[in-house]
């Protein structure tokens, strides 16, 4: 295994070839639009979104689910890894095989997509690749055992952003669609610091466990209520 310094000098190069890779391939923009013209092109976008009352719900609920799983990431699965499992090649597993399966997810989503309900793939993504990550990690069963669930888990959550990619493009006119999608795309990452320092803060407080059991409740609170509440079945009709 490479020592420490080592893996941050190659993540430095791919860093490096992906700004490379970028700067020849995408052309430059001579537009120099003011902070006013910006602060109007967010302000349209954000009365936008307001309009539309299932992009606002879908951008507070992935706000939501954002801020739970970047304490997991920038917390949790350091800590197990390190308290519980005592391997940093399990830290590495867990991103790996998240990652790896939401890419397969993505794929096959966008492959057979059309001939589902976007309603209950999305109820289905929020109930199953969830709750279940944050048990499979609190009942401690062991490092196969938890990346066979975090597996099934980034299988189905790989079929969030193509779906809801599908949704915004039916809804918001072309004209206002790059407004929306990064108005939507800030709010839904915005609690990301956030996530990182409560959970710690709970970590530390409350302890490893007793935090991923109540992050699985949160979590499951979340899958629950598009089918509680109201408006969410929309996301099997277009906006006409």
Not at 24 to 32: D, H, Q
Not at 128 to 140: F, I, K, Q, W
Not at 167 to 173: F, L, M, P
Request: proline share 5%; net charge neutral; hydrophobic share 55%.
């Amino acid at each position: 295994m490479l020592p420490g310094p080592a893996v941050l000098a190659c993540d430095a190069v791919f860093f490096l070839v992906g700004a490379g890779t970028l700067a020849v391939s995408v052309p430059g923009s001579t537009a120099t639009p003011g902070s006013a013209a910006y602060l109007g092109d967010l302000r349209a976008g954000l009365e936008r979104v307001v309009r539309d009352r299932l992009l606002l719900r879908v951008t507070l609920m992935l706000l939501f689910v954002n801020t739970l799983d970047m304490a997991a990431i920038e917390v949790f699965h350091p800590v197990y890894a390190a308290e519980v499992l005592r391997s940093p090649i399990a830290l590495g597993a867990f991103t790996g095989v998240l990652t790896g399966s939401a890419l397969l997810g993505n794929l096959l989503y966008s492959w057979l997509g059309h001939r589902l309900s976007r309603f209950l793939v999305f109820v289905l993504t929020l109930s199953a690749s969830g709750a279940p990550r944050y048990v499979a990690l609190a009942v401690e069963p062991g490092l196969p055992a938890v990346l066979v669930v975090f597996a099934v888990a980034g299988l189905l959550s790989g079929a969030l952003n193509p779906l809801l990619a599908v949704v915004v493009y039916e809804r918001v006119e072309p004209a206002m669609r790059s407004r929306v999608v990064g108005l939507t795309t800030a709010v839904s990452m915005g609690g990301t610091p956030l996530g990182a320092l409560l959970g710690g803060a709970l970590v530390d407080g409350v302890g490893l466990v007793a935090t991923l059991w109540a992050v699985a409740v949160l979590y499951l609170v979340a899958a629950v209520a598009p089918v509680v509440f109201g408006g969410w079945r929309e996301l099997d009709r277009a906006n006409d």
